[in-house]
């Protein structure tokens, strides 16, 4: 062919004819196809070059990662001949770069890239990162070539899909080996709703899934939550509310139960929601949330009976696991119901199992407003608290009783009122203490600061003034001390 060059027609007649009636052995080698290509470039045959680069590319996976072949099997590659395969892609590579256009050189880089991938993926099926990044590049390449896109590409990104999804963990007891390789199936459903509008098979995608967890072991709620709302865009609530409810036979967590209710509230089912949620209170009594958001439920629809009962059914509980949040949410239901009475008692019932600062600092309010018995009823509370931490030795506590005392005469007491309040304050003492480990040993000494109040002081003035006269001892001593050492000095002196 290259004796005949000057004749380019019958040249490359020549060309065409080795590809046809050589040897298997020897038109398939690349360097046949890289002088063929050559020789289109040297004509101006531009678009002939490329046809045979890319009838090579594919013919030879030019790019890719050379496959192993067991041995004794004729396919497989020479080292020379794998060499010059190599050649040929650089060749390629080139030739896009200096004459193709954006889509023919996109075309190389994205060959070039999937050859990276494939070794990663080859090298570690599990590595669930190198399927997310392999199959997010098979999508932006998709996206990239819009309406050009063809069945061949739309395919490439599912087969990335079929074979991540392939590779399941190892283990079927731990939990951790699972949370990755889910998102690949929950991409890969997302791809075929969103990008191929195909919804029922991003449904069996789902189902597939669902159908290869081991529930017995663990589950995940994320992809019955996405499988429900699936059939809900399809139009098909009743698959929905099955799988729901398989999901909390199965499932049984908390956002399954909230992921239920609140589709079941946006379609006007309370009666469904009332069943979920005795289903839900059932499987974890002690979630002080679901209690409230059950009240607030019967509260919305003026079910005022139904919400006091729900409360009441659920601070009689032994375990919660907010029960601050549970009283706070009862006693402010009664007071927005102008049942002063009520909340008063449950303040009672409250201090019965807690006497915190914060509880009575919250009933003393609650006094003073307009529900409440009035200001003489809310100083009445805040004295009764403030002689119980007294009694108790609860320093700090009665501090922040006092800060609260103040704050409230100030906005509904008198000059007066609030002079009292302020005579009550105490006064902040820096002392020292000596600090032990766990095992009692001394670690040395530490200075804090302890609280003097006013009223505390006649029953601890005998100490105080005990201390103040050994401090005027102390004193006395050292002065003595330093004098008779003054007077032995001059006496040497002399």
Known sequence: AEYEAKDIDLARTVYESSLVELEPEESRQARVFGRFAAFEERQGEYDRARVIYKHAAKLFNLGEEPKKVAEGVEDEVPQWEQEKRDELYKAYIAFEKKRGDKAGIEDIVMTGQRAEYEKR???????????????KMEEENENATGENSSSKDENKVREVYERAIANVPPSMEEKQHWRRYIYLWIYYAL??????????????????????????????????INAAKLHIRRKDLVSARKLLGRAIGLCGKERIFTEYIELELALGEVDRCRSLYNNYLKAMPHNCRAWSKYADLEKSVGETERCRAIYELAVSQSALDMPEMLWKNFIDFEIDEGE??????????????????KVWISFAQFEGTDVGKGIDAARGTFKRAHDQMKDAGMKEERVLLLDAWRVFEKMKGDAQSLAKVDAMLPRRVKRKRMRTDENGAELGWEEYFDYHFPNDEDSNAGNLKILEMAAKWKQAQQAQEDSSSSEEEDSDDE
């Open 121 to 135: 993926v080859n090298a570690d099926p599990t590595d669930y990162d190198a399927w997310f990044e392999y199959a």
């Open 191 to 224: 791809y075929e709703e969103m990008q191929r509008h195909d919804l029922d098979r991003a449904s069996k995608i789902y189902d597939a899934c669902l159908d290869l967890i081991p529930h017995s072991k663990f589950s995940f709620s994320k992809i019955w």
């Open 340 to 357: 002063g009475d009520k909340a008063r008692a449950l303040y009672e019932r409250l201090l019965e199992k807690t006497g915190h600062v």
